[in-house]
C-alpha cells in the first residue's frame, strides 16, 4: 500500500507540475458550467481510476504487471492523440476572440448549425459562413443568440468539455502506466 500511495503523489505532483498550466490554457472557454474545472476533475478521476487499477493489477506477477501498465500506457496515449486532436479541431471550428483581431477580446463559442437569423444573415453574404465574429459585429454582440441558438451553444459547450475531461483523463493514465512501466521494467 505505501507503494501505491507514493505512486499516486509522485504522479499528481508530476501532472501539475508539468501540465496544470498547460491544461487549464487549452480548457474550453468558460460558460455557465465552469469548464476549466475540467481539470481538476479529470485528474482526480484520473488518480482514482489508477489506484484501483494498481491495486489490482498488484495481484499480478511483476512481469505481468510490467506488460499490463506498458500496454495500459500505450492505450490511453492512443486516445489521448485521437481525442485531442479532435478537440482541438473542435476548439478550433467553434471558438473564437471577438472582437475580431483584438488580442483582448472575449473568447466566445459559436454552435455548428445557425439559428433562422443566422441563417438568412449567412444567405445573403454566404462568405460570411464560418466567420463567427464577422456574423456577430455584422448581427451586433447583443444578438448573438439570433445567430446560434442558446441550446446549440449549450449542447457545444458539453461536446467540448466531454471532449476535453477524455482527453485530460487518458493523458493522466497515460503517464501514470507509463512511469508505473518504467519503474517496473527497471533491474531491481
Given at each position: 500500500?505505501?507503494a501505491?500511495?507514493?505512486?499516486v503523489?509522485?504522479?499528481?505532483v508530476?501532472?501539475?507540475?508539468?501540465?496544470?498550466?498547460?491544461?487549464?490554457?487549452?480548457?474550453p472557454?468558460?460558460?455557465?458550467?465552469?469548464?476549466?474545472?475540467?481539470?481538476?476533475?479529470?485528474?482526480?478521476?484520473?488518480?482514482?481510476?489508477?489506484?484501483?487499477?494498481?491495486?489490482?493489477m498488484?495481484l499480478?506477477?511483476?512481469?505481468?504487471?510490467?506488460?499490463?501498465?506498458?500496454?495500459?500506457?500505450t492505450?490511453?496515449?492512443?486516445?489521448?492523440?485521437?481525442?485531442?486532436v479532435?478537440?482541438l479541431?473542435?476548439?478550433?471550428?467553434?471558438?473564437?476572440?471577438?472582437p475580431?483581431?483584438?488580442?483582448?477580446?472575449?473568447?466566445?463559442?459559436?454552435?455548428?448549425?445557425?439559428?433562422?437569423?443566422?441563417?438568412?444573415?449567412?444567405?445573403?453574404q454566404?462568405?460570411l459562413d464560418?466567420?463567427?465574429a464577422?456574423?456577430?459585429?455584422?448581427?451586433?454582440?447583443?444578438?448573438?443568440?439570433?445567430?446560434?441558438?442558446?441550446?446549440a451553444v449549450?449542447?457545444?459547450?458539453?461536446?467540448?468539455?466531454?471532449?476535453?475531461?477524455?482527453?485530460?483523463?487518458?493523458?493522466?493514465?497515460?503517464?501514470?502506466?507509463?512511469?508505473?512501466?518504467l519503474?517496473?521494467?527497471?533491474?531491481?
Amino acid at each position: 500500500m505505501k507503494a501505491v500511495l507514493q505512486s499516486v503523489i509522485e504522479i499528481v505532483v508530476m501532472l501539475f507540475a508539468a501540465f496544470g498550466g498547460f491544461l487549464t490554457v487549452v480548457a474550453p472557454p468558460p460558460g455557465a458550467n465552469d469548464t476549466a474545472s475540467a481539470v481538476g476533475l479529470a485528474s482526480f478521476v484520473a488518480v482514482v481510476v489508477f489506484v484501483l487499477a494498481k491495486l489490482y493489477m498488484s495481484l499480478l506477477p511483476a512481469r505481468t504487471m510490467m506488460v499490463v501498465t506498458l500496454v495500459m500506457a500505450t492505450l490511453s496515449g492512443g486516445v489521448f492523440v485521437v481525442n485531442g486532436v479532435s478537440y482541438l479541431y473542435f476548439v478550433d471550428r467553434y471558438t473564437f476572440r471577438f472582437p475580431e483581431g483584438e488580442p483582448d477580446g472575449r473568447i466566445m463559442l459559436a454552435a455548428p448549425e445557425y439559428a433562422p437569423a443566422g441563417r438568412l444573415l449567412v444567405a445573403a453574404q454566404p462568405e460570411l459562413d464560418g466567420a463567427h465574429a464577422a456574423i456577430l459585429a455584422k448581427a451586433g454582440e447583443a444578438q448573438s443568440h439570433e445567430i446560434w441558438s442558446p441550446k446549440a451553444v449549450v449542447a457545444t459547450r458539453r461536446q467540448m468539455t466531454v471532449k476535453y475531461i477524455t482527453m485530460v483523463l487518458a493523458l493522466t493514465l497515460c503517464l501514470g502506466f507509463a512511469i508505473e512501466g518504467l519503474v517496473l521494467a527497471r533491474p531491481q
